[in-house]
């Protein structure tokens, strides 16, 4: 794998050491790889480890095969993805619903596999989503940027909007930071637990109002394992569909991501991608 990377304009000056290990997260045996191998460019002409790289430099990484062993999974099928964005690192694609985001055993056919095959390599999991829940996923195309956009989405730096059609009348927005930790009494839901429960912080903004029911947007500062939908159902506002948190389930789960914004790593733009729907908006009308 061949990379070529152009230092942003804001880029303060500093070794390509500091660089690859605090910046880009390269593990330490890769680093070393790299280093032995002198695998590492700057402008196209070989560097040494302390020498200081700046603004607009051009860095050129040589990666083999084995510096990251990849874990290989059953390709599914490309006709399934929806490509919401895509470029040389990263791929953000439409997950339809009672869909899973990747699968639990070995031959499980998910998300995951039928990107894998469109792109004829592995993807590799950034975030997820319920199996129950559509909209948008991002995925990493290689083992050298699945952490920086790890730690993009641990600094919420990824924002992630969803739909959702919930029970009850919601006039006003309003904020949901109740903790939120594993039911003990059934190992598939959560539940709000103030004492031993992870933050958890959900906003609410209401869009239309039905009869009986709400539209409302939910913007996620954290993301906690069904956090909208124990957030939601704790306040009285059970979602459309939920087949663990409302008492009367009935059709698909109303709940849609509906786009995720990032600022890229490397190429020094904010990408959004804009996720359709066909089903949830159906039970809108």
């Known amino acids: 794998m061949e990379l070529t990377i152009k230092l942003p304009e804001s880029f ?6 500091t660089l690859l290990e605090i910046d880009w997260l390269v593990p330490r045996k890769v680093r070393h790889l790299l280093r032995t191998r002198k695998a590492v460019t700057v402008n196209s002409m ?39 964005y895509e470029d040389q690192y990263l791929i953000i694609v439409n997950k339809p619903e009672h869909l899973k985001t990747h699968g639990n055993q070995p031959n499980e056919i998910a998300l995951q596999n039928h990107v894998a095959a469109y792109l004829n390599q592995m993807a590799f999991v950034v975030h ?6 559509s909209g948008a996923v991002l995925f990493a195309k290689n083992q050298f940027i699945l ?4 730690r993009l989405l ?5 924002k992630r909007t969803y739909l959702a059609l919930v029970e009850g009348q919601i006039s006003e927005p309003f904020t949901i930071d109740d903790k939120i930790g594993r039911d003990r009494h059934d190992r598939r839901k959560r539940v709000i637990s103030p004492n031993s429960g992870q933050a958890a912080i959900t906003h609410i903004q209401p869009i239309q109002a039905f009869n009986k029911q709400s539209l409302v947007q939910c913007q996620l500062e954290t993301g906690r394992t069904h956090q909208i939908r124990v957030h939601l159902s704790s306040k009285g ?17 109303m709940l849609h991501a509906k786009s995720l914004s990032l600022p890229h ?21």
Not at 154 to 158: A, F, H, N, V, Y
Not at 237 to 253: A, E, F, Q, S, T
């Open 46 to 84: 070989p560097i040494k480890w302390h020498e200081m790289v700046k603004a607009n430099d051009l860095i050129g990484l040589s990666f083999e095969k084995d510096d990251y062993p990849e874990r290989m999974i059953p390709f599914g099928n490309p006709k399934y993805v929806e490509v919401l």
């Open 154 to 158: 641990e600094q919420r730096s990824i």
């Open 147 to 150: 952490p920086i956009l790890g």
């Open 128 to 133: 997820r989503l319920d199996m129950e829940t």
């Open 237 to 253: 506002y059970p979602i459309v569909g939920d087949p663990l948190y409302h008492p009367m389930p009935k059709g698909r789960l």
């Open 12 to 17: 303060q000056t500093k070794t390509i050491k």
């Open 265 to 285: 790593p490397f190429l020094q733009t904010n990408i959004t991608a804009m996720a359709q729907s066909q089903t949830f908006n159906e039970h809108l009308q």
